[in-house]
T-cell receptor, first 114, second 120 residues
Framework: DTGVSQNPRHKITKRGQNVTFRCDPISEHNRLYWYRQTLGQGPEFLTYFQNEAQLEKSRLLSDRFSAERPKGSFSTLEIQRTEQGDSAMYLC????????????FGPGTRLTVT | AQKITQTQPGMFVQEKEAVTLDCTYDTSDQSYGLFWYKQPSSGEMIFLIYQGSYDEQNATEGRYSLNFQKARKSANLVISASQLGDSAMYFCAMRETPGAAGGSNYKLTFGKGTLLTVNP
């Protein structure tokens, strides 16, 4: 088990461009989360998948953001028409069943919008 | 109101000494969980310790222990025998009961973190 992986690790893009991030969770985990972390803050919840179903989205997730998890395996997070305020670390986490199950985080994708 | 409050933006400790990182929380749920994560400069969040609201004993994991005071709504992290490699950001987080639409969405709410520096 290699843990949660995320690609790319870093992304620099110009304002107005679209970007897509990928997360590969731990294989047997059916729960997948996306969080966003800005400088000096803790991570903030964006969206949650149970298997392939997206069950909850935060108000932070504007219409420019979309996330998918086809076949309940890897997940993608797309940001359309990026804005400078989108610059942040995007973290993916997965967890197994269980109310007390810890969430295993990936290394994150750091997005810089210029 | 903030759900997780970490009042110490930064803490310093001498190597081999113990240090306590504060965390208070706010919830009306009876069932909840409290987590501590470590985030080194590399960025990855590393799970340290978990305490359930119904757990009667304080959680311990190696050099980490959680001082859980339910009535005061505090869940302080104690690191014993600090090491240079403990220098990092530390986040307290809470998991509450999912809302009706969230299914089994045990999302975490994080505090702003405490930057711990261990001095040689």
């Amino acid at each position: 088990d290699t843990g949660v992986s995320q690609n790319p690790r870093h992304k620099i893009t110009k304002r107005g461009q679209n970007v897509t991030f990928r997360c590969d969770p731990i294989s047997e985990h059916n729960r997948l989360y996306w969080y966003r972390q800005t400088l000096g803050q803790g991570p903030e919840f964006l969206t949650y998948f149970q298997n392939e179903a997206q069950l909850e989205k935060s108000r932070l997730l504007s219409d420019r953001f979309s996330a998918e998890r086809p076949k309940g395996s890897f997940s993608t997070l797309e940001i359309q028409r990026t804005e400078q305020g989108d610059s942040a670390m995007y973290l993916c986490a997965s967890s197994p069943e269980g109310i007390s199950a810890e969430q295993y985080f990936g290394p994150g994708t750091r997005l810089t919008v210029t | 109101a903030q759900k997780i409050t970490q009042t110490q933006p930064g803490m310093f400790v001498q190597e081999k000494e113990a240090v306590t990182l504060d965390c208070t929380y706010d919830t009306s749920d009876q069932s909840y969980g409290l987590f501590w994560y470590k985030q080194p400069s590399s960025g990855e969040m590393i799970f340290l310790i978990y305490q359930g609201s119904y757990d009667e004993q304080n959680a311990t994991e190696g050099r980490y222990s959680l001082n859980f005071q339910k009535a005061r709504k505090s869940a302080n992290l104690v690191i014993s025998a600090s090491q240079l490699g403990d220098s990092a950001m530390y986040f307290c987080a809470m998991r509450e009961t999912p809302g009706a639409a969230g299914g089994s969405n045990y999302k975490l709410t994080f505090g702003k973190g405490t930057l711990l520096t261990v001095n040689p």
